[in-house]
């Protein structure tokens, strides 16, 4: 089956502790997203990436970073220099200027 | 002003009803228009999609896009209790390019 995987489901962190959260596709899509959601809010843009070894910063890219070394995985790190991770990320990826999402994961700073 | 604007709701309609979610935008340069439904706690998917003015229909979900006005709807008629989630209104400056601009959301509640 094509599609989105992330994981973890559910994530905990310590303060003062970055995290990775995976994203996976195997849709063959060239573009992948990060979004994180807070509680009744929008989605708000992390970093996106069009091609392999190229990403860009979106509109709140602070105290997060990025890879993309293979077109099937855009991993986000959470660092500890992101003062409030509590939120639900999403990870998306696109064919031409369609978005598909992933299931999310849930981060909580314990 | 934001980009993409929706109306927070939340939107009740009965059973049965026509709702009615509203969306506007700000970049006149905008080419493509995507609707997604987010249930409480999931990711969102996604509905429809509309490029032209005028209105596009699948099955119960009808979308209508007036460039001119800035101006992108979704209705769904003959409401159901499974279709309470929250709306997403995403816009796209580039056919070619996956990045989309999401309006906040409209929570629809259909009562029984």
């Known amino acids: 089956d094509g599609g989105i995987t992330q994981s973890p489901k559910y994530l905990f962190r310590k303060e003062g502790q970055n995290v990775t959260l995976s994203c996976e596709q195997n849709l063959n899509h060239d573009a992948m997203y990060w979004y994180r959601q807070d509680p009744g809010q929008g989605l708000r843009l992390i970093y996106y990436s069009q091609i392999v070894n190229d990403f860009q910063k979106g509109d709140i890219a602070e105290g997060y970073s990025v890879s993309r070394e293979k077109k099937e995985s855009f991993p986000l790190t959470v660092t500890s220099a992101q003062k409030n991770p509590t939120a639900f990320y999403l990870c998306?990826?696109?064919?031409?200027?369609?978005?598909?999402f992933g299931p999310g994961t849930r981060l909580t700073v314990l | 002003q934001k980009e993409v604007e929706q109306n927070s709701g939340p939107l009740s309609v009965p059973e049965g009803a026509i709702a009615s979610l509203n969306c506007t935008y700000s970049?006149?340069?905008?080419?493509?228009f995507f609707w997604y439904r987010q249930y409480s706690g999931k990711s969102p998917e996604l509905i429809m999609f509309?490029?032209?003015?005028g209105d596009k229909e699948d099955g119960r979900f009808t979308a209508q896009l007036n460039k001119a006005s800035q101006y992108v709807s979704l209705l769904i008629r003959d409401s159901q209790p499974s279709d309470s989630a929250t709306y997403l209104c995403?816009?796209?400056?580039?056919?070619?390019?996956?990045?989309?601009?999401f309006g906040d959301g409209t929570t629809l509640t259909v009562k029984p």
């Open positions: 509309i490029y032209s003015n």
């Open positions: 970049d006149r340069g905008s080419q493509s």
């Open positions: 995403a816009v796209n400056t580039n056919t070619n390019a996956g990045k989309s601009t």
């Open positions: 998306a990826s696109s064919i031409v200027d369609t978005q598909y």
